[in-house]
């Protein structure tokens, strides 16, 4: 497979490792995990540091539209669509606390698409944030 295939997308946030925003396979398009950072900068919309960089506050609506708004740039950019998704795997780093207020967003955000869903705690996340999506998209 040709590097063709492979797709970075200026208007989003850098990746934080070695990998592509999205990558092109057959008629389907697969994110690579998507935070809620704002691009060109390493702002957290709704995050809090403390002086050591860790998370003193938060605010999961705030993210959860930040991360959902960062997908449509890269599905957008990348020949997709948010009515193309298909499949999205959710990670929350506090699921008690953080479903109620995320499942409430989520819902606004696909009340005309509902892709296949699954959600998943976990411990953490590579930067200060509380909570990351990994996507597939059909291709227009």
Partial sequence: MSNDNFINVKQAPA??????????????????????????????P??????????????????????FDNIKVILEASGSSWMNLVDVTVFLTNMKDDFKIYNKVYAEYFADNQPCRTTIEINCLPTPIAIELKCIATLN
């Fill in 46 to 67: 709704g995050v809090a540091l403390d002086g050591n960089g860790n998370i003193s506050s938060y605010d999961i609506e705030t993210q959860c539209r930040s991360v």
């Fill in 15 to 44: 990746p934080v490792g070695a990998y592509p925003h999205a990558r092109k396979v057959g008629d389907l398009l697969f994110l690579s995990g998507v935070g809620p950072r704002k691009a060109g900068t390493t702002d957290i």
